[in-house]
């Protein structure tokens, strides 16, 4: 009996998710990457036409593992930045499979400067310890500002803020070709430009970390 390309897929799928389900119907991350995986997979092997069924499946399951492991790779950074952060006031977000490290200017930077300061030079220490100990991802260094000052001032000093921590973390040993530095200034503002609180908390420095995917 012959099983047609779309019933494999549905059940493959199917399976997929019954297996990944807890007992109230939720699901981890790394569940949740196996099965955008295995669509993933299996869509790929569909493009390069439907003759080739055996590269479909192939497709489906070579997916399905690189969605997991995704998944359970960010988990156990995430984890591992949680507990290295704690208390040193960088703040760890997860946003799907990304990381996103907040560092506020009042602990990296004095007013108006762009050298990061001694007191933080242990905190960036052990972040490139454990950005090391996961090199399977892409670094991201953004650097903003408040409305305060020029357009130009703000931007010329969000970018070297951004270089700083770049360069800092190079010389601790992160691989300069897995990170870039860019500066937004004051164009990305997360709070009220308006009052003191909103400013601080729109000055500051983010990392995010991006999962290497397989091509």
């Known amino acids: 009996m012959k099983?047609?390309?779309?019933?494999?897929?549905i059940s493959t799928v199917s399976a997929a998710v019954l297996a990944g389900c807890g007992p109230n119907g939720e699901m981890t991350r790394a569940e949740q990457g196996?099965?955008?995986?295995?669509?993933?997979?299996?869509v790929v092997g569909k493009n390069t036409g439907d003759k080739d069924r055996g590269h479909t499946v192939a497709g489906a399951?070579?997916?399905?593992?690189?969605?997991?492991?995704?998944?359970?790779?960010?988990?156990?950074?995430?984890?591992?930045?949680?507990?290295?952060?704690?208390?040193?006031g960088v703040q760890v977000e997860r946003q799907d499979n990304n990381i996103i490290l907040t560092m506020p200017d009042a602990i990296t930077f004095d007013f108006g400067r762009s050298e990061v300061k001694p007191q933080f030079y242990g905190v960036l220490n052990n972040l490139a310890t454990t950005l090391n100990q996961f090199p399977e991802t892409r670094i991201q260094i953004a650097g903003h500002t408040d409305a305060i000052g020029s357009d130009a001032s703000n931007l010329t000093l969000s970018q070297q803020r951004a270089n700083s921590v770049r360069g800092y973390l190079a010389g601790a040993g992160v691989a300069q070709q897995r990170m870039q530095a860019v500066g937004y200034g004051e164009s990305r503002p997360v709070a009220d430009n308006s009052t003191d609180a909103g400013r601080a908390q729109n000055r500051r420095v983010e990392i995010t970390l991006i999962p290497v995917q397989q091509q």
Do not use: P
Request: charged residues 10%; aromatic residues 2%; without cysteine.
């Open 61 to 88: 399951v070579v997916g399905g593992l690189a969605g997991a492991a995704i998944g359970n790779y960010m988990d156990q950074q995430e984890a591992a930045l949680r507990q290295q952060l704690q208390g040193t």
């Open 3 to 9: 099983i047609s390309m779309r019933t494999l897929l």
């Open 34 to 42: 196996a099965i955008i995986g295995a669509l993933g997979g299996a």
